[in-house]
């Protein structure tokens, strides 16, 4: 199964969350124009580029071989990409364009679950610290937080549980296992330092 695929996705208002945030890149076009499907264009853009074919293929190789000879100082690290970040991204460093993985902190930034997620352990450390509290002790603030995964006690009980090991707003969610047959698990927000 081949697993170096590119996609490329249009859309309006398309947005990505958790990990997909580090294996897009957006490129925003902006017509300068309200409307912009009504603009007219001459000639055939498909036929155009059929046409100057090799000397599009000559200007991109062009740039890419300038890139790996004149290697720029490092960009910033994307692990599990070194490759495309060495034969894709550095030769546009090296003219001198603005480093496309910067754009990730963008995408997380306006992730509404990474948005949702920050906000409810902020607010769970405000009301508790690093103090564990069972699921049933949570505020109601905490609940609403949590929209649309605490519609029961239960899915609420189960939102919290998948958090354990999450990591956001400079905390990690522990589980503390019960003591005893009938007692409940707990939880605590502990700093990670960051």
């Keep these: 199964m081949t697993t170096n695929v590119f996609l490329a996705i249009t859309g309006n208002a398309v947005r990505v969350a958790e990990d997909l945030a580090r294996r897009f890149l957006f490129v925003n076009l902006d017509a300068g124009c309200e409307d912009p499907e009504r603009r ?25 071989r300038w890139g790996r000879q004149n290697r720029p100082k490092p960009g910033l690290e994307l692990g599990s990409f070194e490759q495309w970040a060495e034969w894709c991204r550095d030769p546009l460093l090296a003219l001198g364009c603005p480093d496309p993985v910067g754009r990730i902190a963008d995408a997380k930034r306006d992730d509404p679950d990474r948005l949702q997620l920050l906000e409810f352990f902020q607010e769970w450390h405000r009301l508790y610290g690093d103090r564990a509290v069972r699921v049933s002790e949570l505020d109601l603030k905490l609940r ?12 609420f009980a189960t939102f ?13 969610l522990i589980r503390n296992l019960p003591i005893g047959k009938w007692s409940a698990a707990t939880y605590a927000l502990k700093s990670t330092g960051n």
């Design 144 to 155: 609403q937080l949590a929209e649309g995964h605490g519609t029961t006690r239960q899915k």
């Design 40 to 64: 007219a264009f001459d000639g055939n853009f498909s036929a155009m580029v059929d046409r100057q074919r090799g000397e599009l293929l000559a200007a991109a190789l062009t740039i890419w």
């Design 160 to 172: 919290v549980a998948n958090l354990t090991g999450t990591r956001a707003a400079g905390f990690v």
